[in-house]
């Protein structure tokens, strides 16, 4: 099972950015997907991006797209995503998760992943 810290939550004002790293181990993290997910209070987990283990273009939910950029350094097992132009629906506990089967791609449903602890992402209006 791999291991994921996540770090660079906060409190931040609408418009303002945020960027989160997720360090893993416990993987052979180039031939994974890595995505991060959120979860606002009563409502269920959602993808928000994910970056693929190979030359193919990341998704992301339609709501953040153009604000959001998921990224991944392979040489340092770390997956980031940075979030500009935040806004207070963007609030949530937000997840990195880390693909469990290598050369799974992003549009894969089948929900094999391994999860962090979670970082608090809170937009004031």
């Known amino acids: 099972q791999a291991a994921l810290v996540e770090s660079g939550g906060g409190v931040v004002q609408a418009g303002g950015a945020l960027r989160l790293s997720c360090v893993a181990s416990?993987?052979?993290?180039?031939?994974?997907?890595m995505a991060w997910f959120r979860q606002a209070p009563g409502k269920e987990r959602e993808s928000v991006a994910c970056?693929?283990?190979?030359?193919?273009?990341?998704n992301y939910l339609d709501s953040v797209k153009g604000r959001f950029t998921i990224s991944r350094d392979n040489a340092k097992n770390t997956t980031y995503l940075q979030m500009n132009s935040l806004k207070p629906e963007g609030t949530a506990v937000y997840y990195c998760?880390?693909?469990?089967?290598?050369?799974?791609?992003?549009?894969?449903?089948?929900?094999?992943?391994?999860w962090g602890q979670g970082t608090q992402v809170t937009v004031s209006s």
């Open positions: 998760a880390a693909g469990r089967t290598p050369f799974r791609s992003c549009t894969d449903t089948r929900a094999d992943w391994d």
């Open positions: 416990g993987r052979p993290f180039p031939l994974i997907r």
């Open positions: 970056t693929p283990w190979g030359p193919t273009i990341a």
